[in-house]
């Protein structure tokens, strides 16, 4: 096999900031810049990597990705250049920032390995940071930031530029994934049969294990453990966000964290002199996507997409499920964990443990960059333990955008070759939904639903979809009676009949 082509990673950083103080904590690039630094430590070449970099590959930030997190203290026009002036990468050649999607680590390490393996780069740095915590405290103190940076803009993109949510949709308040989650969570519980009190128990179960391993990683931001109760019963410091999610059940945004991974060849590493005990192989990985909408999916707990990127991701590594030892499945909410183990067959409970971080909700959720963090935990895991093999899972949007790597530093035993995604992604598109419509009327029942909460703790409207008589799909929201709400909440309604009115575009479900 030709060692130019074929791909390792080499380095790996982490940083978690903890700085109260908005006018001393560093910016989300220069906490970016720490962890790439750390990063390049890790290589045992230090700093002079950097300008022998010829690709940098810069993970969205939130606060160029959703409307909820828009920084108000100005934004980088090219936002990988700045991250490069930091660290002086002065002969990077490709400059890339990604669209948004928490599957992008992962799918950016396939591309660039992808991209080695073809000998069409041969050095490349990916990083993501976020500050949120400090530009929150700065905007709840009143203190003006200044986090501009105006350069060029000339760099390129990766990804895939769409917004997760349909014009119907978003008309519905469909447009986040506080809202969308908790919508496929009710359907996982109505296929799983739970009520709603088992339902809230069985997913308070799952987490406090997440829970436990972050309360053992340094880096986690939540190092408390929580317990079953504490997660699974609403209280006054854990209300329901978007029903059945307690707080306790959502991603914690609100952190300082950056993570950064150093990729290249054999023979590249071999020539600078760096250890074999720090490569990691990528020996298995694919990509693909469901539906783009969840008004057209199948049904609201499956994912034919991570079915078909596992089994792929499997047949590249020439092993099973059985034969890795580390897991960390992606875990903005519990919905994407149970979906996960259901399409690779994983047990909920099972003994080696979910999470090698602590998951989104206590080790921390930074944005898109996550799972830059899951695969420098398992590189770390994996040198330890070089005859071992780990597995991640990335996934974007809602249940959307899967990603998987299957990792060992043990080698390869053939050429690096991926499998066109298009050749499986076509079999995705053709199996789709039931017809949807924009404007519905008539008799109906609810196929799956959410009730959306304030910060006074109060539910204020509620999202859901529904079919009529004929199996046409709908989008609707109820009418904001706070008594309704409640019941919605206390009482199941899923298959809940009434009938569905369209007034000023939008459609109103009326329970009987």
């Known amino acids: 096999m030709n060692e130019s082509l074929m791909p390792i990673l080499v380095g790996c950083g982490q940083i978690t900031q903890r700085e109260e103080d908005p006018t001393i904590a560093l910016s989300p690039m220069d906490l970016t810049a720490k962890a790439c630094i750390q990063a390049a430590e890790d290589t045992n070449i230090g700093k002079k990597i950097f300008n022998l970099l010829d690709t940098l590959v810069l993970i969205r930030s939130f606060s160029d990705t959703s409307w909820r997190f828009k920084c108000p203290f100005g934004s980088y026009s090219n936002p990988p250049k700045s991250l490069a002036n930091r660290i002086s990468a002065n002969n990077v050649n490709n400059l890339i920032y990604t669209f948004s999607g928490g599957n992008m680590p992962q799918w950016t390490i396939n591309r660039l390995s992808e991209k080695i393996a073809e000998g069409e780069i041969e050095l490349a740095l990916i990083a993501g940071g976020e500050a949120l915590n400090t530009q929150k405290n700065a905007q709840r103190n009143k203190i003006n930031l200044n986090w501009n940076e105006i350069t060029d803009n000339n760099y390129g993109r990766w990804g895939i530029d769409k917004p997760g949510w349909s014009k119907v949709e978003e008309i519905h308040k469909m447009n986040g994934a506080i809202y969308a989650y908790p919508m496929i969570e009710n359907a996982i519980r109505g296929n799983l049969g739970h009520n709603i009190k088992e339902h809230l128990s069985y997913m308070a179960d799952l987490f406090s294990k997440f829970s436990l391993t972050a309360s053992l990683n340094p880096l986690a931001d939540k190092k408390k453990k929580f317990t079953s109760k504490e997660i699974g019963n609403v209280s006054e410091d854990n209300p329901f966000i978007g029903f059945p999610y307690t ?26 002199s760096i250890p074999k005990n720090k490569w990691v192989y990528l020996h298995g990985c694919a990509d693909a996507y469901d ?46 964990i149970e979906i996960a183990c259901k399409e690779m067959n994983i047990p909920i409970d099972d003994s080696r443990g979910l999470t090698i971080t602590g998951g989104l909700p206590y080790f921390g959720g930074p944005g898109n960059n996550y799972v830059t963090h899951s695969i420098a935990e398992m590189m770390n895991k994996l040198r330890q333990n070089p005859n071992k093999k780990g597995l991640i899972t990335a996934n974007g949007n809602y249940i959307t955008k899967q990603s998987v790597g299957i990792y060992s530093c043990k080698p390869i035993e053939k050429a690096f070759n991926i499998k066109d995604p298009q050749l499986y992604q076509n079999k995705i598109m053709k199996n789709k939904g039931p017809k949807f419509i924009n404007t519905a009327d008539g008799k109906a029942f609810i196929e799956t639903y959410t009730v959306m909460y304030n910060k006074e703790r109060d539910p204020i409207f509620s999202i859901l979809f529904g079919r009529l008589k004929n199996k046409k799909r709908f989008i609707a929201n109820t009418i904001n009676d706070k008594n309704l709400l409640k019941e919605m909440t206390n009482k199941d309604y899923l298959k809940a009949s009434g009938k569905v009115v369209n007034k000023d575009s939008k459609n109103i479900f009326i329970p009987d």
């Not at 707080?247 to 950064?260: G, P, R, T, V």
């Not at 499997?314 to 994407?336: G, H, N, Q, R, T």
Request: charged letters at 20%; glycine letters at 0%.
């Open 247 to 272: 707080k306790l059940m959502n991603a914690n945004a609100f952190i300082d964290q950056s993570a950064a991974i150093i990729i290249t060849n054999v023979a590249k590493a071999k020539e600078l």
């Open 291 to 336: 539906h783009w909408f969840l008004s057209d999916r199948i049904n609201y707990y499956s994912s034919p997409a991570m079915s078909i990127v596992a089994k792929e991701a499997f047949e590249m590594a020439k092993c099973k499920i059985e034969d890795i030892d580390y897991l960390d499945l992606y875990s903005c909410f519990p919905s994407a």
